[in-house]
């Protein structure tokens, strides 16, 4: 393992690291102006009220999913995306189907016993029959923001965007960056060894050399 791949590993690093401080640098930044953002809105809003966890809605839902996937030559690669939820009413209707239509065969036994012994109508078997066929719903996930109002101030829209820059684009290159430099850290200690075994069988080769040259003299 020669010096000349050792010194590329560093350099790589070293635009690994340039480029992690440049983003730590940056992650702070937006966070710092995201809490003052939130605090300027807190000072211009009306008396009583502030923008906070205590107006947050129940029903919260995450807004973006984050997706990892492995690659054999980055290691690692990660993709952002918009949420989308089931409507929860909607679930709950379907399992009741799925019930419905494992006990329809039972149900249409029971009718037609029924019909041949009382003479019923055929009431029961229509109700049994009655499809009740829907579709999966899907509801995007509205702006946060709405809770507050429909005319939000423009300070807490910016603390959204820092927000959303943080965590859409600062903090997963961030993650990315690292988990490549503590590879590299790997690759680095791994060819100092490789080198360190090198020059130790070479200097006993040397060594072996020299002794046998010494005992023929």
């Given at each position: 393992m020669d010096q000349s791949h050792i010194d590329a590993l560093l350099g790589r690093y070293l635009?690994?690291?340039?480029?992690?401080?440049?983003?730590?640098?940056?992650?702070?930044?937006?966070?710092?102006?995201?809490?003052?953002?939130?605090?300027?809105?807190?000072?211009?809003?009306?008396?009583?009220?502030?923008?906070?966890s205590d107006q947050y809605d129940a029903r919260m839902k995450a807004s973006r999913q984050l997706q990892i996937f492995e690659d054999a030559e980055d290691g690692m690669t990660w993709q952002i995306r918009d949420a989308v939820h089931e409507a929860e009413p909607e679930t709950k209707e379907e399992e009741h189907e799925e019930e419905g239509e494992e006990a329809a065969s039972h149900d249409d036994k029971l009718a037609e016993e029924l019909e041949e012994k009382l003479g019923l109508s055929d009431n029961s078997e229509a109700e049994s029959e009655e499809p009740?066929?829907?579709?999966?719903?899907?509801?995007?996930?509205?702006?946060?923001?709405?809770?507050?109002g429909l005319f939000p101030p423009a300070s807490l829209r910016t603390a959204q965007s820092a927000s959303i820059e943080a965590v859409q684009e600062v903090i997963p290159r961030l993650v990315t960056v690292d988990v490549k430099m503590q590879q590299l850290e790997i690759e680095i200690r791994r060819a100092r060894k490789k080198r360190a075994k090198a020059e130790e069988k070479k200097s006993k080769v040397e060594a072996t050399e020299s002794a046998a040259v010494g005992a023929s003299v």
């Open positions: 635009l690994l690291l340039d480029e992690y401080t440049q983003l730590r640098d940056r992650l702070a930044k937006l966070q710092s102006n995201v809490f003052y953002q939130l605090a300027r809105a807190n000072f211009e809003t009306q008396r009583g009220f502030r923008y906070g009740a066929p829907q579709a999966e719903q899907q509801r995007k996930i509205g702006d946060p923001l709405r809770w507050y």
